[in-house]
């Protein structure tokens, strides 16, 4: 009994000082040479998070780690709290390469209608589209790349060079299997889909 008695009394005690330590805190004044720190912005921590992460999606869709770049993606978005055009066209692309091509498409449509979409967002669209026979609507997305990317992005020229050509052939030749359409990502390197053996 003399136990819980004290430790009552100790709690309170303790309960009692950190109540009169919260009243002076609008009193605390420092000297005028320190400098009083601010706290962690959590916000500009979970951007840089989400960009980290973001970065590593990139880069594990290079080594062909699909599954692995999902992951990625979707941690971004949650440190995010929302979904960009970067991350969506990154999803797409992740989808794409797991031949999952339904939610690749839903994933990447979503990516070019938002403002933010950069030209290599509407090229992997054309090339998703490519993929599933769509010739004259990846063309339409093609050429949306190659006039946004000034015609700079070499991948994005020649992906539209590639689907022109197949178009102008269709009526008299046979439609090449070898064509290779190029992914392209946001940074250095390039993605190329071939078909399979």
């Known amino acids: ?10 709690f309170a005690t303790f309960a009692i000082a950190g109540l009169a330590a919260c009243e002076n805190t609008s009193s605390l004044s420092l000297p005028e040479d320190q400098v009083m720190a601010p706290g962690v ?7 840089q998070d989400s960009s980290e992460a973001v970065e590593a999606g990139h880069r594990l869709i290079a080594a062909g780690e699909y599954e692995l770049a999902l992951r990625a993606f979707n941690r971004a978005a949650l ?3 929302a979904l960009n055009a970067e991350i969506l066209s990154g999803l797409g692309t992740a989808n794409l390469g797991l031949g999952r ?3 690749a498409e839903e994933l990447l ?3 070019v209608r938002d403002d933010a979409a950069q030209p290599v967002d ?3 669209l054309g090339v998703l589209l490519m993929e599933q026979g769509k010739t004259n609507e990846a063309l339409q997305y093609f050429r949306r790349a ?3 990317s000034n015609g700079e992005n070499i991948a994005i020229r020649d992906n539209l ?23 392209v990502r946001r940074g250095n390197s390039d993605f190329i889909i071939r078909p399979t053996p």
């Open 41 to 47: 912005d959590l916000r500009a921590a979970a951007k």
């Open 79 to 81: 440190s995010r709290g």
């Open 146 to 148: 190659f006039a946004l």
């Open 122 to 124: 509407y090229n992997n």
């Open 109 to 111: 449509r979503r990516a």
């Open 1 to 10: 009994m003399k136990t819980a008695k004290r430790r009552a009394f100790a």
């Open 161 to 183: 060079r590639l689907v022109l050509a197949k178009t102008e052939n269709s009526a008299t030749l046979e439609p090449e299997k070898s064509s290779e359409y190029k992914l």
């Open 101 to 103: 091509l339904g939610q």
